[in-house]
């Protein structure tokens, strides 16, 4: 079992920034990828970025250039820096992790809100 905790979401006003934390505990040794989602009101889950195990990163094209996704083994933790934040990245934002099997666990979501 792995746990993801995120952690991080709020409040910021567009062109601002925040950094959200994904904090996983349990077999993090067998983790594979760890990805970050997210959910607006109405909308499907969509995929936002991505880290594999061996430090490979990918981007949604609508975060690209905005958004870094980055990794400290030290702490079991994964961040995403988001930066010139639009209102259309309010979303909950979700952490999943990846293990071999195709075995998923997803995070409780951490909402995140851009104001105009």
């Known amino acids: 079992q792995v746990q993801p905790v995120e952690s991080g979401g709020g409040l910021v006003q567009a062109g601002g920034s925040l950094r959200l934390s994904c904090a996983a505990s349990?077999?993090?040794?067998?983790?594979?990828?760890i990805s970050w989602y997210r959910q607006a009101p109405g909308k499907q889950r969509e995929l936002v970025a991505a880290?594999?195990?061996?430090?490979?990163?990918n981007y949604a094209d609508s975060v690209k250039g905005r958004f870094t996704i980055s990794r400290d083994n030290a702490k079991n933790t994964v961040y995403l820096q988001m930066n010139s934040l639009k209102p259309d990245d309010t979303a909950v934002y979700y952490c999943?992790?990846?293990?071999?099997?195709?075995?998923?666990?997803w995070g409780q979501g951490t909402q995140v809100t851009v104001s105009s």
């Open positions: 999943k992790a990846d293990r071999p099997g195709r075995l998923e666990y």
């Open positions: 349990g077999s993090i040794f067998s983790i594979i990828a």
């Open positions: 880290i594999t195990s061996g430090g490979r990163t």
